[in-house]
């Protein structure tokens, strides 16, 4: 295989732990699973019916109206807004979900957790949704939410988690069935495609339901990715929001949509809390990733307007490496006392911490909070292995474990790593996400506020629930105006403490904004201007006689330069390429978050270390169409990204107007069309 394009034209098992569910007190339950205070208004008993009470709040006076629909599709959990496009107020959408078999609740999150259960575990009558049809059969059952999460911390083997960081991964195909990871031959394992599916028609049906007379696929809907998701990954996402029927999803990137939720909250206030010059900090840590961005307050005549102007790298590292961090302490509190831990327990032990630390972190009366480890038995409670977290615990283990007081000079650490690894995800080898962040800020040099350094931002937003804690969201504050501190004590002009935007909910600003977005592309409001995050570049491979022991050399082609804005076309020079038909060869694709200066048709010989960053190649056939197999077409290329923010490329034959297409639709496979 080489690559696609050439420069100049050319010449032609018994670990499996699921049960019976048992009858259990409500009490049990909560100290077995430690799972989450439930949010909604009450449980609804099914007793394997349904009638018109269990999907109480339909709205039937709606007669049809338009609204304005974010998604938040988190790595953790999934929420639903709305607001009237006509006018009205901003909501969230209570999410029917299985709490216990037999009983639905509807709290405003849906957890993004799906547990495949053994076909005979639970009778179809136990799982029934509201919205299922009396008698209807589940071709498989398969559990999303609140219960997932809780029954599968007993049985990890049947349990799918971080589904979308899968989606992230460029090692995999996204499309393959191999998630739960481990999981025995007789668990019919899906893809994180299939998992993405599978929450977001949860969130449709939750929707029809509860406004029947206007079907999620004719709102103006946005769903809110990571700013770090790559074009793969981005079209992942919204291919499994259109195969579902949901062709009307847009994008939006999730620490605008938590700016978007701040200035819909402040109403036309925002105005006189921002100013010109300001450069908005959004520090979003969720349960999956560390995303990171700046925004900066320009004007656009006499009014104010906001601009995005960098996105970080893409930070596996959030509160599931918390979760974790605190079950292995956890784990080595129990096996001091000789009580050995297995690795199947973790999990079920994680899910405790979490509900532990939250608990801990929100509530400062409590010193500390029970955890019950998970075991395998005839009795739920038998033999399981009993201890507590403490506050102390968690706040020397999260606070110096995840933000420590660093240098704005620090740098992530790098370990080396073995040659040979499980099919995992690719995780952050550094927890530190002050250290993340200092780097952040540090490679940003081209910005017009960067000090001698790093950028130095004016106003800080958080968003994700790990900042609920004042502890931790007062570290990573106390972190930043150091920097500040010592910048300005080295001779810069003097710089005042951050501003830090309050009033953001932050289990809801995410999807909240991502609403308000859609009322915002109606044309209501301010829009921040961002367009891609990264240039992005297809390697072109240079025409030269063969050498023995040496490849052509590559160089970079400048496609889409940063900040082209979505629905928009590049306008490439009449440069001509020559394109391989009709045989197996792959695409190499690059991106850039640094060079923000380059332009559309930009030929890149060379570039520094850390520069560019390789995309993972894309191996395609595309149709000879009359042409021989390996024939060498001359083209030029047309480059775009789409309304709902993916990248389009485009060879078009001068001769004929021929087309070939390559979609950003798969990893280890493209789809190519002409």
Request: aromatic share 6%; charged share 20%.
């Amino acid at each position: 295989m080489f690559s696609r394009f050439t420069k100049g034209r050319s010449s032609k098992n018994d670990t499996d732990n699921s049960e019976k569910p048992r009858q259990t007190t409500e009490k049990q339950l909560s100290e077995a699973t430690a799972d989450e205070t439930d949010k909604s208004a009450g449980d609804i008993s099914q007793n394997g019916n349904h009638d018109s009470s269990v999907v109480k709040g339909i709205d039937t006076n709606n007669e049809g109206n338009t609204y304005a629909v974010g998604i938040d599709l988190g790595t953790t959990h999934c929420v639903l807004a709305y607001m009237p496009l006509a006018g009205g107020a901003l909501q969230t959408l209570p999410i029917a979900q299985i709490k216990d078999p037999g009983i639905v609740s509807e709290p405003s999150q849906l957890p993004s957790f799906l547990y495949l259960p053994h076909q005979e575990e639970f009778s179809d009558s136990e799982l029934r949704l509201p919205w299922a049809q009396q008698g209807e059969v589940s071709q498989r059952k398969t559990i999303s939410g609140e219960f997932a999460r809780a029954h599968g911390s007993k049985s990890p083997m049947r349990l799918v988690s971080s589904a979308k960081s899968w989606l992230g991964h460029a090692g995999v195909n996204c499309k393959e069935n191999f998630l739960p990871l481990d999981a025995p031959d007789e668990v019919g394992k899906i893809s994180p495609f299939a998992a993405t599916q599978h929450f977001l028609s949860h969130l449709a049906a939750a929707w029809e339901a509860r406004f029947p007379a206007s079907p999620l696929d004719q709102q103006m809907l946005t769903i809110t990715v990571p700013a770090s998701f790559d074009p793969l990954a981005r079209e992942l996402t919204i291919d499994a929001a259109q195969s579902i029927g949901l062709h009307n999803a847009v994008l939006l990137e999730e620490p605008q949509a938590a700016l978007y939720g701040w200035l819909h909250k402040q109403g036309e206030s925002w105005r006189q809390q921002l100013q010109v010059g300001n450069t908005i900090l959004v520090v979003d840590v969720g349960g999956g990733t560390t995303d990171l961005s700046l925004i900066n307050v320009t004007e656009s005549g006499t009014e104010l307007a906001l601009e995005r102007s960098a996105v970080g790298e893409h930070i596996l590292l959030g509160g599931d490496n918390m979760d974790l961090t605190l079950a292995y302490v956890i784990k080595a509190k129990l096996e001091k006392e000789g009580k050995k831990i297995e690795n199947w327990q973790l999990q079920g032990l994680t899910h405790g911490c979490r509900h532990a630390k939250e608990s801990l972190l929100l509530d400062e009366s409590l010193s500390c909070v029970p955890i019950v480890v998970p075991s395998r038995g005839s009795s739920l409670m038998g033999g399981s292995l009993r201890t507590e977290l403490t506050r102390e615990e968690v706040l020397s283990t999260l606070v110096e474990g995840f933000f420590p007081e660093v240098d704005v000079t620090a740098q992530p650490v790098k370990r080396r790593r073995a040659a040979l690894t499980k099919k995992s995800l690719p995780f952050a080898q550094d927890p530190g996400i002050s250290r993340h962040l200092a780097a952040f800020l540090s490679s940003q040099q081209s910005s017009s506020v960067a000090a001698p350094g790093f950028v130095r931002p004016s106003v800080l937003l958080f968003n994700g629930g790990v900042f609920k804690s004042e502890q931790l969201a007062g570290r990573m504050l106390g972190n930043l105006n150091n920097w500040l501190s010592a910048a300005s004590n080295e001779g810069e002009v003097a710089t005042v403490e951050l501003k830090v935007l309050q009033g953001v909910d932050l289990d809801h600003a995410v999807a909240s904004g991502a609403a308000y977005y859609s009322h915002v592309r109606n044309g209501n409001g301010v829009k921040i201007r961002g367009g891609t995050a990264r240039s992005y570049y297809v390697g072109i491979e240079s025409a030269m006689p063969a050498v023995p022991g040496f490849e052509p050399p590559m160089q970079a082609y400048c496609i889409a330069p940063y900040g082209m804005e979505e629905g928009s076309q590049a306008d490439l020079p009449e440069e001509e390429f020559g394109l391989v038909v009709g045989e197996q060869v792959c695409f190499r694709f690059y991106s850039s978050s640094f060079r923000k200066e380059d332009s559309v048709g930009q030929f890149l010989e060379d570039w520094q270390e850390g520069e560019l960053e390789e995309l993972e190649d894309i191996s395609v056939n595309l149709p000879a169409e009359g042409k021989h197999p390996g024939e060498v077409v001359a083209v030029h290329l047309q480059a775009g990204v789409s309304e709902v923010g993916t990248l389009k490329l485009e060879a078009v034959s001068p001769e004929d107007g021929k087309r070939w297409k390559v979609e950003f639709s798969v990893r280890e496979e493209a789809f190519a069309e002409a």
